[in-house]
């Protein structure tokens, strides 16, 4: 059998925690150990059998995990912007950087330094940016007179938002917070029948939030700070539910989240069009770990051709991140 990847998963939280059950499952990968700033939170959930070290002794860690690849898991509004290319600089990354607007910005830093290290970084993957991306671009590359519209959460539970939710529970009285976005029904058809409509954010989704003050806290200051956010509520129609702990942890234990990409329109000879891609996921993590974990298999594939710099989805052979060889692709999937 050809030697497993090793992998390393830099920063140890709900994608990491994904990113750790999905190479358990993958036959050709192995986990070599977790860097993190929080060594004894990490130590005290993962127990003796992984190794654990501080990610700030990378020269450390690096001589004795000797990984192949870095799984970076860290968020994308602080940690990645800063651990992106400081170890990009040292071993081959693949990362879920999500900064839709700075997506540019972080690629051109990690091309700069990847090339220069002679590593591969690969940016920005996962379900959203990640497949979503490529199928945006599928979409208009078939279909070049339709727009690609993305939806979330089309299931009447809605689907998880992290970083919302993240962003929820940074606000002073709040202990705990889920938030739900939920795709407009009536945008959803309109895009589907080909319409191709100019909308603002709040046409497509709204929000709805269930939150768990601490005590004392005026749930209507904290209900007026969530749903003035800029950009993440101030758009938004929100709803603000104030529940329990119990209630919380009873109804809203999942991370579901899943929705689709959508374009339709006429293609060169007027006939109508659509090309939908749908995703539903019981566990919005595990699907961006699922995506990491193969792009792991894409840089060994990449580093073996002499490649170097930062690549997206959008420049990587689907091929390259499969398990199976191109004789059983042919065979099974053409
Ligand atoms: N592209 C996509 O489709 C996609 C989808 C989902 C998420 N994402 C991205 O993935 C990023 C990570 O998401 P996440 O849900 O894993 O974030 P998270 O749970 O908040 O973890 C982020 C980091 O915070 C630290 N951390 C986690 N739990 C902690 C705790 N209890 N105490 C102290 N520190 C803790 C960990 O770093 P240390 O171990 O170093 O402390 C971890 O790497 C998000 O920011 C988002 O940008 C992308």
Redesign the pocket.
């Known amino acids: 059998m050809a030697k497993k990847i090793k992998i390393v998963i830099?920063?140890?939280?709900?994608?990491?925690?994904?990113v750790r059950t999905v190479i358990e499952a993958t036959q050709d990968m192995e986990l070599c150990g977790?860097?993190?700033?929080?060594v004894p939170?990490?130590k005290k959930e993962v127990g003796e059998d992984i190794p654990v070290m501080n990610?700030a002794d990378i020269e450390l860690w690096i001589r004795e995990l000797q990984p192949d690849v870095a799984i970076?898991?860290?968020?994308?509004?602080t940690?990645?912007p800063v651990?992106g290319p400081e170890l990009a600089a040292h071993l081959s990354t693949v990362?879920?950087?999500?900064?839709h607007g700075e997506i540019a910005n972080y690629f051109t830093k990690m091309n700069e330094t990847a090339k220069k290290a002679h590593t591969i970084a690969v940016v920005?993957?996962?379900?959203?940016?990640?497949?979503?991306s490529l199928e945006r671009v599928l979409a208009s590359s078939f279909l070049p007179d339709a727009k690609a519209y993305g939806f979330y959460g089309l299931d009447e539970s809605g689907g998880l938002s992290?970083?919302h939710s993240?962003a929820i529970r940074r606000i002073p009285g709040v202990k705990d917070a889920r938030q739900y976005t939920h795709a407009k029904p009536t945008t959803v058809d309109k895009v589907r029948s080909g319409e191709n409509p100019t909308l603002s954010p709040g046409d497509m989704h709204w929000r709805e939030c269930f939150i768990v003050l601490e005590d004392g806290a005026d749930a209507s200051a904290v209900e007026q700070t969530v749903k003035n956010m800029p950009n993440y509520f101030a758009p938004f129609q929100t709803v603000v539910n104030f529940i329990s702990q119990e209630e919380l942890d009873r109804d809203f234990s999942g991370l579901p989240?899943g929705g689709c990409v959508i374009a339709a329109g006429t293609a060169a000879d007027g006939s109508s069009s659509k090309i939908e891609y749908h995703c539903s996921w019981g566990s919005?993590?595990v699907?961006?770990a699922s995506?990491l974990v193969a792009h792991a298999r894409a840089v060994m594939r990449l580093k073996n051709e002499g490649k170097s710099g930062a690549f997206t989805i959008l420049d990587i052979p689907p091929a390259y991140l499969s398990a199976f060889s191109q004789e059983e692709l042919l065979k099974k999937f053409m």
Not at 10 to 18: D, E, S
Not at 34 to 38: A, D, F, L, Y
Request: hydrophobic share 30%.
């Open positions: 830099v920063g140890y939280g709900n994608v990491g925690r994904g977790i860097v993190s700033r929080g939170r990490v990610v970076l898991c860290g968020g994308s509004s940690d990645l651990q990362d879920s950087f999500d900064n920005s993957t996962g379900w959203d940016p990640g497949i979503f992290m970083g993240d989240h919005n993590p699907a961006t995506v």
